[in-house]
């Protein structure tokens, strides 16, 4: 009876057990832990994940411990593997919040409840949930976290060295010049101007900065380039080339006696050109700077020269003329911003031609002759059938030296003029003429008999042309007959 009694009661203790048993893990009652999974990707290349980034989950409510410490069910952290890959085991059912972070990239929290901005500037997004909930013995993929980049944070200084050209020759300023440069309007250098050398060799170090602006302005003396401004961009050490343009000043050219050749030429139409130019000596040569063309002698002609300190020159070249080189004074060099003329007379000899005789500062006195600069040749006239003493006159739109005939008559004004000889031809040379644009010219026939009318012989549009004579004695050969009051020409 007894032992009835006490085998009923161990059987029905044995069958609560087993049924507690079957309902607890891990001490909670019915309670079953969950697992949350994901993967952390880089927001501008889903592809790649963010590896070593620290994933912290932690309780949306604090569960009081009754103690000073109040937190939630879940307060755990771990980081990505190298695919971006993080799990946690064992969780408890729980809402929590999730926080990502890792170096270079905006923190992110999940699900965001608010704009959220944190110390280096991010923001969190809002989403439209505040937590995630974990439900018993759940497993919850987070799948891909999104996090994106930030720039990389730059370096306390970078190096800035500046190698610093001139804008119109394209080559380096010279070394001794001295600047000064700003960097977001800092300067570096307690405000004292370095040289030209200083800046390109040595350089200085800045703060850094995404974007630099750099103010750079000439403080030798006198002034010879003007001041600028660029920006630098980056992080690491900069040299960078900058062009600076040469403070100007105008010299203006006024054209006085210009020859009727050169006004009244179409076949070759004349084209003067101001060179500026740098020189190093007399033995090397000059380098260009830029190049001003002239075709109207009319009009003033205006040069924008700069202000520098190496030697300098103006050439004035045109065809048929050897070039006029004038060497800038002092007081022009030193490029005091203003205005100079300068006349340029054609009908002036001034001593200087060419590169052997420039005229200098001094010898200036704003004028400049090109008469002595003419190229010039000698011109021969053959004129054929005409009859024996049969006079002829030449009138040029130039002006030769003097005029040599064959067989000469002296008018009674004592002006020598050409006669033919037995057989009918004259022979006229123009010395020391101009070339290279149209001579035209004219001649005139009076035949032996007094009584008979003179005749002017004209080819084309009543003048003839001479083209550029290539030797020292080129001439044209004319046939005549003056009964008609024809002519035809060919030139050799």
């Not at 403070?247 to 050219?253: A, K, N, S």
Request: charged share 20%; with cysteine.
């Amino acid at each position: 009876m007894n032992l009835r009694f006490w085998g009923g009661w161990f059987l029905a203790i044995a069958c609560v057990c087993i049924f507690l048993t079957m309902g607890c893990e891990k001490g909670s009652l019915g309670v079953k832990e969950a697992v949350v999974s994901g993967r952390v990707v880089n927001k501008d290349n889903v592809a790649m994940g963010v590896p070593n980034v620290t994933v912290r989950m932690v309780s949306k409510e604090t569960v009081s411990g009754g103690g000073e410490l109040e937190q939630g069910y879940n307060f755990r952290s771990t980081v990505t593997d190298a695919e971006g890959y993080f799990v946690f085991e064992s969780v408890q059912p729980d809402n929590v919040i999730f926080e990502f972070s890792a170096p270079g990239y905006k923190k992110v929290v999940f699900p965001a409840t608010s704009d959220t901005e944190e110390a280096d500037g991010t923001t969190s997004e809002k989403l439209d949930i505040d937590s995630v909930t974990i439900s018993n013995g759940a497993h919850i993929d987070l799948m891909n976290v999104f996090m994106e980049k930030v720039s990389v944070a730059l370096p306390n200084t970078i190096k800035v060295q500046l190698d610093l050209i001139d804008a119109n020759t394209k080559k380096p300023v010279n070394g001794d010049e001295l600047f000064k440069v700003t960097f977001d309007g800092v300067s570096y250098t307690d405000g004292n101007p370095k040289s030209a050398r200083w800046w390109k060799n040595t350089g200085v170090e800045v703060y850094g900065a995404s974007q630099i602006a750099v103010a750079i302005s000439n403080e030798s003396e006198p002034v010879l380039y003007n001041s600028t401004t660029i920006n630098i961009s980056g992080n690491s050490d900069q040299y960078v080339s900058v062009e600076v343009k040469p403070v100007t000043y105008d010299l203006v050219f006024q054209f006085l006696n210009v020859p009727q050749y050169l006004l009244s030429s179409t076949k070759n139409v004349p084209v003067l050109s101001f060179l500026v130019e740098y020189y190093e000596n007399d033995q090397g040569p000059a380098q260009s700077i830029s190049i001003t063309p002239v075709t109207d002698f009319s009009q003033l002609a205006v040069l924008e020269v700069p202000a520098v300190r190496k030697p300098q020159q103006i050439r004035i070249r045109m065809q048929g003329y050897e070039d006029e080189v004038i060497r800038l004074s002092n007081e022009l060099d030193d490029g005091v911003k203003g205005t100079y003329r300068i006349d340029v007379d054609f009908a002036l000899e001034d001593g200087h031609k060419g590169d052997d005789s420039p005229i200098t500062g001094s010898e200036l006195k704003g004028k400049v002759g090109l008469k002595d600069n003419v190229i010039k040749r000698n011109i021969v006239i053959n004129m054929i059938g005409l009859a024996e003493n049969d006079r002829a006159n030449i009138v040029p739109n130039f002006i030769p030296e003097y005029i040599t005939w064959s067989q000469a008559f002296s008018t009674p004004e004592g002006e020598l003029i050409g006669m033919a000889n037995k057989l009918g031809q004259i022979t006229a040379t123009l010395n020391n003429c101009p070339t290279y644009f149209d001579m035209s010219y004219t001649i005139s026939v009076f035949p032996d008999n007094p009584a008979s009318s003179s005749y002017i012989i004209t080819s084309g549009d009543k003048t003839i042309s001479i083209g550029v004579p290539e030797k020292e004695t080129d001439y044209t050969k004319f046939s005549i007959d003056v009964s008609k009051m024809e002519s035809s020409s060919t030139s050799n």
